[in-house]
Each structure stands twice: as structure tokens, then as C-alpha cells.
């Protein structure tokens, strides 16, 4: 993806497979635990109707900055979880960890910041970690898995609190409800725009029906709130998006025409 000047590529760490009811089991009380609502969404799930959601984040490069949105789960083979990819996928796009200038967190659950540390260590040994700091207080202190993995790059930590410019032509929007820190990255380059959506959405059904739920949100209501939001400024918009979980990190486009959305991958 071109956003005017910046460029927008993928990097994959690996994928997460699961039952597509199973997900949205615990999601708030709204759609998608049953077989019957996904029957006009089957589209969206593999052959064996499966929930496949990948794994990973972004790197978005302007001028001299080169950004990684979300770093992955890690190294990490867990149960549906299976990680492991995401350095070697940098590589391949020609940036070594000691490229990278910016780290910025979407949120702080554990398959968004995989490879920010490993083994106590900072894999990215010149960058400056960026993230909400409502997530920070959240997680850091209060949750030991989060606090190992995240405490050693705290010297190197730039916080935001809710919307704002983060860096040339890339900036925070508030979006909370997943985690309390929640935030959409917005990109723009002179009359381009984009959004990486972080977990606002696992899966485009979320951006579909208003009723469906969400997965693993702190505060569901705000989260189905902050969804709602979204979709209103969205549809028909013609702004691509991509979400953190979605197949192979691709853009896609909300259009809204009869009354119905669909979701259009570009």
C-alpha cells in the first residue's frame, strides 16, 4: 500500500487458528458464538470453517523514519498461536532490527508486542517505543507476563495519551474498549489516507454487523462503542484499512450501498 509518500507493507509473524465460534464466545453477549450467524459470512473463514487470523504488524516507511506498528506474538508455538517469522519477513523488505527508529504499539496484549524484547533483551536496539500510556499503567506492574517482556525497554519509551501526531504523517486515534489504550494509527501524505485499526477489529464481520462481538475487550461496551464510531466514519469513505488480525494484512474498504456493507479487499 502507497499512502502518498509513505509506503505500508506487511510483515507477517505467523497465524492464529481457531474455531470461529470459539472466538467471540466471551465477546460481550453479541454475535458470532453460534454457527447460524456465520452462515452469511462463511466467505470470511477457511475451507474447514476455521477463524484464521494473522499475525504480525506493519512497516511504514517516510523520509529517514522507518516504523514497525506491532511486533508480532514472538517466537512463540501456543495452542492457536503460532509465531516466529517476523524478523526474517523484515529482511526480506531489507531492514534489520537496528534500522528500525520508531516501534509503535497499537496496544500491549502479548501478540502485538512479541518481538519488542526477547530473552530480557530490546530487539530493536535503536528505536524509540512509543504506545498510550493508559496501556502502559494497565499492563506494565499490574501484569507480570506484560511487565517481563515489556519493563527492559522503558528507558527507550515515548508515550502518548489518547489522539494525536506521533510522527510525520502518522498519527494516533484514540479507540478505546479492546484495552484502555487502544489506538488506531491513522496515516496520511498529502491528500492520502489510511488506518491500521489495531484490534478494534479482528476479523472485517466486526465492521459488517453491529451487533457481533469482539474478542478479548477489556471494556466490551466501549469496545462495541468505538466500533460503531468507526464504522460511521468509514463507510463509503473509500479509506483503505487494515487490522492487525486480518488474512495476510490486507487493506480493504467499507462500502455501504441498498442499505448493506460489504467489505471490499483491495
Known amino acids: 500500500?502507497?499512502?502518498?509518500?509513505?509506503?505500508?507493507?506487511?510483515?507477517?509473524?505467523g497465524v492464529a487458528r481457531l474455531a470461529a465460534t470459539d472466538a467471540y464466545r466471551t465477546g460481550g453477549g453479541g454475535k458470532g458464538s453460534g454457527e447460524q450467524d456465520w452462515a452469511p459470512h462463511r466467505d470470511l473463514l477457511d475451507a474447514d470453517g476455521m477463524l484464521e487470523l494473522a499475525l504480525g504488524g506493519f512497516l511504514v516507511r517516510s523520509g529517514e523514519r522507518v516504523v514497525v506498528v506491532d511486533t508480532g506474538v514472538g517466537?512463540?508455538?501456543?495452542?492457536?498461536?503460532?509465531?516466529?517469522?517476523?524478523?526474517?519477513?523484515?529482511?526480506?523488505?531489507?531492514?534489520g532490527p537496528?534500522?528500525?527508529?520508531?516501534?509503535?504499539?497499537?496496544?500491549?496484549?502479548?501478540?502485538h508486542?512479541?518481538?519488542?524484547?526477547?530473552?530480557?533483551?530490546?530487539?530493536?536496539?535503536?528505536?524509540?517505543?512509543?504506545?498510550?500510556?493508559?496501556?502502559?499503567?494497565?499492563?506494565?506492574?499490574?501484569d507480570p507476563g506484560a511487565t517481563r517482556k515489556l519493563r527492559p525497554i522503558e528507558h527507550r519509551l515515548e508515550p502518548w495519551r489518547g489522539s494525536g501526531p506521533l510522527l510525520p504523517g502518522i498519527d494516533a486515534l484514540a479507540a478505546p474498549g479492546h484495552t484502555p489504550g487502544s489506538t488506531i494509527v491513522?496515516?496520511?501524505?498529502?491528500?492520502?489516507?489510511?488506518?491500521?485499526l489495531g484490534d478494534?477489529?479482528?476479523?472485517?464481520?466486526?465492521l459488517l454487523d453491529d451487533e457481533w462481538a469482539g474478542i478479548a475487550d477489556?471494556?466490551?461496551?466501549?469496545?462495541?462503542?468505538?466500533?460503531?464510531?468507526?464504522?460511521?466514519e468509514l463507510e463509503g469513505s473509500e479509506t483503505p484499512v487494515a487490522a492487525a488480525h486480518f488474512p495476510g494484512l490486507r487493506f480493504g474498504r467499507l462500502l455501504g450501498a441498498s442499505g448493506r456493507?460489504?467489505?471490499v479487499v483491495d
Open 75 to 95: 517466537a512463540l508455538e501456543r495452542g492457536a498461536f503460532s509465531g516466529g517469522r517476523f524478523l526474517a519477513s523484515l529482511a526480506a523488505h531489507g531492514v
Open 98 to 111: 537496528e534500522t528500525v527508529t520508531d516501534v509503535v504499539l497499537t496496544h500491549l496484549h502479548f501478540d
Open 113 to 142: 508486542v512479541g518481538w519488542t524484547t526477547r530473552h530480557g533483551e530490546i530487539v530493536f536496539p535503536n528505536a524509540t517505543y512509543r504506545c498510550d500510556i493508559s496501556d502502559w499503567e494497565h499492563f506494565v506492574g499490574p
Open 218 to 232: 477489556v471494556d466490551p461496551a466501549l469496545a462495541l462503542r468505538t466500533r460503531q464510531a468507526l464504522v460511521a
Open 200 to 206: 478494534v477489529v479482528h476479523c472485517p464481520v466486526e
Open 186 to 196: 491513522v496515516l496520511s501524505s498529502g491528500t492520502s489516507r489510511a488506518m491500521l
Open 1 to 13: 500500500m502507497q499512502v502518498g509518500n509513505l509506503s505500508v507493507e506487511p510483515i507477517i509473524d
Open 261 to 263: 456493507r460489504s467489505w
